[in-house]
């Protein structure tokens, strides 16, 4: 039981990481129709950025903004630089573009920092585990993952239900031409959105950045899985990228922590380990091919 | 006329190219060249799909990789001396193992196409992409096979007593195959099937309007296009002597697509030119810097904005629309 509740909590840690990513990939794939290979480069930069800060100021405050300041800059200039210029053009031409994007980015990063991971050490405050029910000990940063991850989503959906920007952004998902044809500055809405998800995307890097390694690669494991959860929820809605990026963190945790378990059972265990552990990647792959099968347009579609 | 004195006299300095790189002290570009040649065949197989039939699959490393499996598998099975799943005997035959890869690629081809085709745009290049993973993440699970690590194959296959091991007879092969296969992209694409398959790239509607059932054509394209990008695969296995999940990446799937576009759609030999453009860039650019990535990505973004139908558009008439 106290398994089963620390693998929950460590799925919803997954998922608020995936919904950060989601959102932003979720509305710049909804609304400027592009799909951007480069989101986990984004991530990837900040957390790399954050590390760098961190190691060089020890400040926790600094690193953050370091790491946010750099994906939004950087997010924003692919923007400007090349995606501006995709808009019009058919996935393929993005495909291979943002293709680019990530080899010049990942090189950069080796370039900048070298192979090696970066290990980002908690302070003192946030390293230390606190008792979510009597007998379960839950590390306090995680937690803090989940809570600032559930803030975010709270404040865009205030932001997208209650804003003008939001209503822009909700009617470029359902018909971009329209909003165009009203005379909205679309090409500003792009920029800003895009630098939204740029935020939200270097925000989810700089947190993750302590609880798994900073290595190079850490952008393309989380990108297809972010695609998993976009999907699933539905093209362009943030309420679908919630809930996909929760149900796939869940069932992703889960699958790892008890396949391996329940394969032990019929063979021997570093065998049931391996096995264990590729059947439990394929699950989330199972459950988007399945999603795409029976309901094409997600299960929370944008324009429902 | 012309085109087919330029054709013969390409093909000629092909086949003459492992002479010419011993005369020249060069024996490297033998290696560099069937990669080029093998890349070129699994290319060429999703340009089938992707640009005569516009099925944009984000998923086609998985064929490659299966047909490699497909060699690594038997031939483990035929050193530790003991069956595949009881029954299918190992072997180290080409004869064998390259039919077998090109079975294996069409029937996991057919399977997911006949899934996947269910959807359109971007769910279909989404829903091809989750297959592929799928495949990868099995054979990342699969430790008999060796999981993450791949496979060694200590011995290339037996082939009419040839020695694969030799790279310019290896080169000869590949080349061979790939030969063959644009023939019959050529008489394939030229086919009735071929202006079906064009058709439903144009529009499926009007495909329909016509009284023509889109979907098994599409199904059998895709079908071939698996099952020929997994003789890449068994190559492949041949030429490296090993096989492992990387082959199946997503980035893969990625680097076979851009190998298309960039040589350019729906153009015969336009696969082969990307194949060579982006494994002679590789090639070139790793010799002279650790961080050619660096310098081949805007390399990629800078064609993407600038040579909109890629390098054949470069060949005047050979080019799209006209190839």
Not at chain 1, 14 to 42: E, P, Y
Not at chain 1, 129 to 142: D, I, K, N, Q
Not at chain 1, 267 to 287: H, K, N, R, T
Not at chain 2, 107 to 134: D, E, K, N, P, Y
Request: charged residues 10%; proline residues 3%.
């Amino acid at each position: 039981m106290a398994l089963l509740l620390e693998q929950l909590l460590n799925g919803v840690q997954l998922g608020v990481t995936l919904f950060l990513l989601a959102a932003g990939l979720t509305l710049v794939f909804g609304i400027m129709g592009v799909i951007n290979l480069a989101h986990g480069s984004l991530y990837m930069i900040g957390a790399f950025a954050a590390a760098w800060v961190a190691a060089q100021t020890g400040s926790v405050l600094l690193a953050l903004l370091g790491g946010l300041a750099a994906a939004a800059v950087v997010g924003m200039a692919i923007e400007f630089v090349v995606l501006r210029r995709l808009y019009a053009r058919d996935h393929l031409d993005q495909v291979l573009a943002t293709f680019g994007l990530i080899l010049f980015f990942n090189q950069g990063m080796v370039i900048l920092f070298g192979r090696q991971p970066l290990f980002v050490a908690l302070p003192e405050f946030l390293s230390g585990a606190v008792e979510v029910l009597p007998g379960v000990p839950y590390p306090v940063y995680r937690l803090l993952i989940i809570a600032c991850g559930l803030l975010v989503a709270l404040g865009l959906w205030l932001l997208i239900q209650r804003t003008r920007i939001g209503m822009l952004v909700r009617a470029g998902a359902t018909h971009r031409e329209m909003v165009r044809a009203l005379g909205v500055d679309i090409r500003l809405l792009y920029t800003l959105v895009f630098g939204l998800g740029a935020l939200l995307a270097g925000f989810a890097g700089i947190m993750a950045g302590p609880v798994y390694s900073v290595n190079v690669g850490m952008g393309e494991q989380i990108l297809i899985l972010t695609f998993v959860v976009v999907v699933i929820g539905g093209v362009g809605s943030i309420r679908g990228a919630m809930y996909g990026a929760l149900l796939v963190g869940i069932v992703d945790t889960l699958l790892r922590a008890y396949v391996p378990g329940l394969l032990r059972g019929v063979m021997d265990a570093s065998q049931a380990d391996m096995l264990g552990a590729g059947l439990a990647s394929m699950g989330v792959y199972l459950l988007m091919a399945l999603v795409l099968l029976l309901k094409p347009r997600g299960l929370f579609p944008a324009h429902a | 006329m012309r085109e087919r004195i330029v054709l013969a006299a390409l093909l000629a300095a092909a086949v003459a190219l492992p002479w010419i790189a011993e005369a020249l002290g060069t024996p490297a570009t033998v290696g560099v060249a069937t990669r080029i040649a093998i890349y070129a065949i699994a290319a060429a197989s999703l340009n089938l799909i992707l640009g005569y039939g516009g099925l944009v699959s984000f998923g086609h490393a998985a064929y490659f990789g299966l047909g490699g499996y497909t060699v690594g598998i038997l031939w483990e099975h035929f050193r530790l001396n003991e069956p595949f799943l009881g029954i299918i005997p190992g072997t180290a035959e080409l004869l064998v193992t390259f039919p077998a890869a090109i079975l294996v690629g069409g029937l996991a081809a057919a399977a997911i196409g006949a899934l996947s085709l269910r959807t359109s745009g971007v769910q279909f290049i989404m829903i091809t992409l989750a297959f592929a993973q799928m495949v990868y993440f099995l054979f990342v699970s699969l430790a008999v096979y060796g999981g993450d690590d791949g496979l060694m194959i200590r011995r290339p296959n037996a082939f009419l007593g040839l020695n694969l091991r030799d790279p310019a007879t290896m080169y000869w092969l590949s080349l061979a195959v790939l030969v063959f296969w644009l023939w019959l992209m050529g008489r394939v694409v030229r086919s009735r099937f071929g202006r079906v398959l064009e058709g439903v790239r144009q529009s499926e509607r009007r495909m329909a309007a016509i009284g023509i059932s889109t979907y098994p054509y599409k199904l059998a394209a895709f079908a071939i296009a698996g099952a020929a990008c997994a003789a890449a695969g068994a190559l492949w296995a041949n030429y490296a002597r090993f096989v492992s999940p990387d082959m199946m990446h997503w980035t893969k799937s990625g680097e076979l697509m851009i190998m298309v576009i960039l040589g350019g759609l729906g153009t015969l030999l336009g696969p082969v030119l990307g194949a060579a453009a982006l494994v002679g860039l590789e090639y070139t650019l790793s010799g002279i810097t650790e961080h050619w990535q660096f310098v081949l990505g805007p390399i990629l973004v800078a064609i993407v904005l600038f040579a909109r139908k890629g390098l054949m558009s470069l060949f005047g008439r050979w080019g799209p629309g006209n190839g």
